[in-house]
């Protein structure tokens, strides 16, 4: 769709198929979605090319999620995926072709006042995908197209149905962004030497097994196996990790942080202007996650200090945090 209202707006489109890296004991489909892409573009009368990115997705994108796993740390991926594939690998690719643009079909809004760009939040709050983008810079959202960021999804469905394409009716993406659905225990163990070992409750009392401390995120609610008594009664989610002792801590209710706890960030960039001392501003710590509001508390170079303004699910370090002034993604940093 983003192809088709580029070239109903009057521009020369190509479309193009990013291939990237997958294990070998992983099984990929991505003949079948190359082969998807190709129809897309026959059916739109557009040239098609192929973009191999299988070295830099491998190198910047599969060892960072799986060193940050070593690290005890829980990554987003798809941050970096976006950071150094699509808008680093793809986009040089486009512009070595002859691209004066790179179109994606990404929900989510660039805009440009006075030569300097902005990112917004997509219309579609549902599928708002400004999250995955705070890495950008001036120079990337200069090349940058979003066609679709304007419109609901429904209304894209629509419009890939009355334009029949041949993906009109095909499934949302998901999963870890071009690995898809993966059991992340089962992929971490080919390149971490995971061990058993036990769950506990707050009070240290046993009451079950995990697979490795390593393969869990606080907050996670599944996964590791409840043997105790009365334990499998209700939700129990990890709410800390010994990671030398190799023990899961495990509670009733999901963790949460409070007014005035403090969240330092690392890696921080901004997108068009930093945020100020003292200033109010949404952040979000997950994806769809509802936005909690938040105080800068200082800023200095590469690291940012937010005192949360209300209770919250907590974030678990390695995440990434995008702050917003109302609808603008101002851009984030790597939770501490």
């Known amino acids: ?11 020369q489109v190509v479309g193009v198929f990013i291939k990237v890296w997958h294990p070998d004991f992983l099984t990929c489909n991505w003949e079948q979605e190359r082969l998807d892409a190709m129809r897309v573009a026959a059916h739109l009368d557009i040239p098609f090319l192929t973009c191999d990115a299988e070295d830099d997705y491998k190198n910047q994108v599969a060892d960072y999620f799986i060193g940050e796993y070593k690290a005890g740390r829980t990554p987003n991926p798809d941050v970096f995926c976006n950071k150094a594939v699509k808008f680093g690998t793809f986009l040089n690719f486009a512009l070595e072709n002859g691209a004066d643009y790179l179109a994606t079909g990404h929900y989510a809004i660039r805009s440009e006042i006075n030569s300097a760009f902005t990112l917004h939040r997509g219309k579609d709050e549902t599928k708002d995908q400004s999250y995955f983008l705070w890495t950008m810079n001036q120079a990337q959202l200069s090349k ?24 009109a009716i095909k499934k949302d993406s998901q999963g870890i962004c071009f690995l898809g659905h993966v059991d992340i225990p089962e992929f971490l163990s080919h390149y971490i030497d995971l061990k058993p070992g036990k769950v506990v409750d707050t009070e240290g009392i046993v009451l079950g097994e995990h697979v490795g401390a390593l393969v869990y995120t606080l907050g996670q609610r599944h996964g590791f196996t409840l043997t105790a008594k009365d334990s499998s009664r209700e939700p129990h989610y990890v709410v800390d990790r010994d990671i030398e002792k190799n023990i899961l801590v495990v509670d009733s209710e999901s963790p949460f942080i409070k007014s005035g706890k403090e969240v330092t960030l690392g890696e921080t960039n901004w997108i068009a202007e930093a945020p100020q001392k003292d200033e109010q501003l949404t952040a979000q710590f997950y994806y769809q996650q509802k936005p909690v509001s938040v105080m800068i508390k200082s800023t200095e170079e590469k690291q940012v200090i937010l005192s949360v303004n209300e209770t919250a699910k907590e974030p678990a370090s390695g995440q990434s945090c ?10 984030g940093g790597i939770i501490l």
Do not use: F, H, W
């Open 1 to 11: 769709m983003a192809a088709l209202r580029l070239k109903n707006a009057g521009y």
């Open 144 to 167: 940058i197209l979003l066609p679709i960021g304007v419109s609901k999804k429904s209304l894209i469905r629509k419009e890939a149905k009355k334009a029949k394409l041949p993906t």
């Open 322 to 331: 995008v702050l917003y002034r109302n609808d603008q993604c101002l851009g």
